[in-house]
């Protein structure tokens, strides 16, 4: 491992743009996340692998304000947001999608953009409030929706889109508020290998766009992990067990023997981790 990083970290506590400091998270007596520390330097791209049921998903939840932490700590920007609604989260700099469809079916495409568009343009929660036709909101979710390449089915409803235009509409939503840390939560899980390789593409895009934008994955396809990823990190049984470069992960014998599958290895025979 490097030095220069804390092994259950991913990143120096001054270079954080998210930062968890000992999270702790358990439903009834069963502990998920069990002492969290975990920290995401601004723009990077961040995997999150390990095992099923690992607790990938109830870490991201509680970032995202969806659960709250039975202790611990978790900051954006410097702002303690432990404590905060989902909602004002994502006031606060932080997008998020799901592994799950996560779409109005029946919108189209532009108007689910500008849904995820109106706070970022000012509007509160009052979408009952009539919006002006080419005002602000309009601009940001066709601006967003060129980003993502789905402009020429703006007017589609969302709910016909291909699949892989799915994940991307959710990406967009992601993007359309403003925000800069996204959490992506399996954007490629269900895909063939070309709709895989468009959301890598549409991901390397998003960040040379903007070398600010800081994306948190989630993510079972090694592939993609290695294709992506400036730091990975690996959850088992709701701990953190490694989190450095991707060369440094795939030869750590902790994750060979916990997400691998692999026995650690004596000094004599070295081992690489396996895709």
């Known amino acids: 491992m490097n030095a220069a990083i804390p092994p259950n970290s991913g990143a120096r506590t001054e270079d954080a743009v998210l930062r968890l400091t000992a999270v702790r998270k358990a439903f ?5 996340i069990r002492g969290v520390d975990w920290s995401i330097r601004a723009g990077e791209c961040h995997v999150l692998i390990g095992p099923n049921g690992a607790g990938k ?59 995820g568009a109106l706070r970022a343009v000012g509007y509160g929660p009052s979408f009952w409030r009539r919006l002006p036709r080419g005002g602000a909101a309009d601009r ?39 925000q800069q840390v996204l959490l992506l939560d399996e954007p490629t899980a269900g895909m063939n290998r070309e709709e895989t390789h468009r959301i890598i593409g549409l991901l390397k895009r998003l960040r040379e766009a903007d070398p600010n934008r800081t994306i948190v994955i989630i993510e079972h396809d090694m592939d993609v992990v ?32 916990a997400y691998v599958g692999i026995a650690p290895p004596t000094a004599k025979e070295p081992i690489a981790c396996q895709r």
């Open 57 to 115: 998903s109830t870490l991201f939840h509680l970032i995202s304000g969806r659960y709250s932490a039975n202790s611990g700590t978790i900051h954006l920007h410097g702002k303690d947001i432990t404590k905060l609604s989902a909602s004002r989260i994502s006031r606060a700099g932080l997008g998020r999608s799901f592994q799950t469809n996560n779409l109005f079916d029946r919108l189209s495409v532009f108007e689910n953009a500008r849904m």
């Open 28 to 32: 009834g007596a069963t502990e998920i």
């Open 226 to 257: 290695f294709e992506l990823a400036d730091r990975i990190s690996v959850l088992v049984y709701g701990e953190i067990i490694a989190s450095d470069r991707p060369a440094s992960v795939r030869a750590d014998p902790r994750v060979q023997a």
């Open 140 to 178: 940001r979710a066709l601006s967003v929706l060129e980003e993502v390449g789905l402009l020429e089915h703006c007017h589609k409803p969302a709910g016909l889109l291909a699949y892989a235009d799915q994940r991307a509409l959710e990406i967009a939503l992601a993007l359309a508020g403003g």
